[in-house]
């Protein structure tokens, strides 16, 4: 019995710290420590209590397993002499767990320089590696390399290969995590190790970075192919992260193609899944996003909300805090959530060197300024989102992720048009190069609101928007005509409906309004409007929501003053003529005015308005 018990202990260190099989490793373990328990040993119990652990922190996801895991290594560590070095193993084990679920890194930094000072390799190698687990999140960098150069020091005393591998694996995905222009030559490095007998925990992970990089490199197909196999390893090998880390790639590669919305059912079933670490958080961001791409507003707001007191509240920053923050980021803005984008920024802001990535470099969004550029451009701070996009395409450049550039690009382009108008050579170049890269790795580009002019009444006046651009004009002939053709872009609508829209007491010959474009046109509005209205209201933005009533009161007050008794159309005088002159000079002396308060909006529209006998405004 007793080289039975011996035996399957051997075959749980042989399959974990040689293999890298965790699922046989489990199990092997597991027999192991119920042997043990019947036998009374104590020091059969500890090995297989720790064995039990797996390799990386966190291993055990659901409740009654992390438990049972928990309750034998405690039970095996009352068993043993407290100066004994499995003794210190298992404490360092027993911290690191606890370190991990809090956030936390004191307690088993504490025990890697009790293992230093104990001079036992074997505990020091294991505390060090167990630590960087616990400090994978953003602003770590220095720290996480330090712990990774010592392991990989420490490898040579333990007479241990997989502490090596790991040791390699770390430095590499620090340097992926930092942007470090040299992380090719530390995976190149962990590669050439590996040759001969492969470590599948090691290899998985080697695996999952492959298809990060695919992605970067717009490979989407390839990328693919990729996940699914790496998914198959990781199952095979026992690794609860595989769904999970399946599902964040192919978010990935759906969202730079410009297909998220598809990913709804996928990351709504992921919820459900035992398998997901406790501390993570992202698939509730991730599903926050791709609802509000999909439409479902209801949906995306809710997850947001549940993030308010996590990610948002300013707790740890886990491996994952980056790429939720990304999410975010884009929800808000889908959403035109100003507030919840400028905690994000804040949030945000120290990070901006980073490139937003999980941990250990599963999928890779590009660079953190993007994220701060799409949240000034949700807030409405033009210049800070253009010095921020401007760096985000560099960046995104530096790090070869081709995808990403091609989005911050087209963000830059939006942000310049915003500022500049859409007409602005830079903003029309930008857009260019974005159009052109996303044909070349087949990406869909989304249509951002860059160049759309806004007109709506307030008070006594009308407010003309463009972007973060805003004038107020007096009410006058040509401005309603004006508000009508921004109402309706891209529709043509005859000048004489427009004209007979406008109140003309004169007894004239009947041109029917109410029934042609410009009528319809007037009832299209008050319907988006009371829409609108019900939104805001709903939402407690009442404000805005008064404005929209003040719209909506001034196009009844029109639409009942070109009815005459009985609801009859009132009718336009004369000829198609003489209201394509009227209209057309009334249209461009409001442009005029607009030109003066400010030039970049009274450009665009006099690049977008066209007059005629047939009227119509083209924002393209």
Known sequence: MIEALEWALLEGEQALLVKGDLRRARERF????????????AYAMARAALGLSGMWAHEHRTAAAAAMVRVRQRNALALLDADTSLSLRLRIRLAAEDDYLSGGHDAILALAAQARAADDPVALAEALHLAHNCVLGPGRGGQRRELARELIGVASRTGRRADLLIGLLWHAVDLLMEADPHAERGLGELRAAMEGEENQAIAYVLRAIDVMLSTRGGRFEQAEQRAAACHELGEATGDNDATGWYVCQLAAIRWFQGRIGEMVPVLTGLLDSPDLPTVDDSPYAGLAVAAAADGDR????????????????????TSTWLMSMYAIVEAADLLGDAELAARAAELLGPYAELPVMTSPGIACFGSVRHSLGVAAITTGDLDRAIGHLRGAVHDNLALGHWPAVTLSRSRLAQALALRDGPRDEEARRQRALAAQEARALDMELPRYAA??????????????????????????VGMQHLAVLVANPGREIPAADLAAGSPDPAPMPVQQVLDGPAGRAYRRRLAQLDAEIDELEANHQRGQAQARRDERDWLVAELASATGLGGRARGFAGSEERARTAVGKAIRRAVERIAIADPVIGEELRATVRTGSRCTYDPG
């Open 298 to 317: 209801r949906l995306a707001e809710g997850m947001l909300a549940r993030l308010r007191g996590s990610v948002l509240a300013g707790g740890p920053r």
């Open 30 to 41: 597991d027999r192991a420590y119920r042997e043990a328990l019947q036998q009374g040993d």
């Open 451 to 476: 160049g759309r002019v806004g007109c709506r009444l307030a008070g006594q006046q009308w407010r003309v928007e463009l972007g973060g651009r805003s004038v107020l004009v007096d009410h006058s």
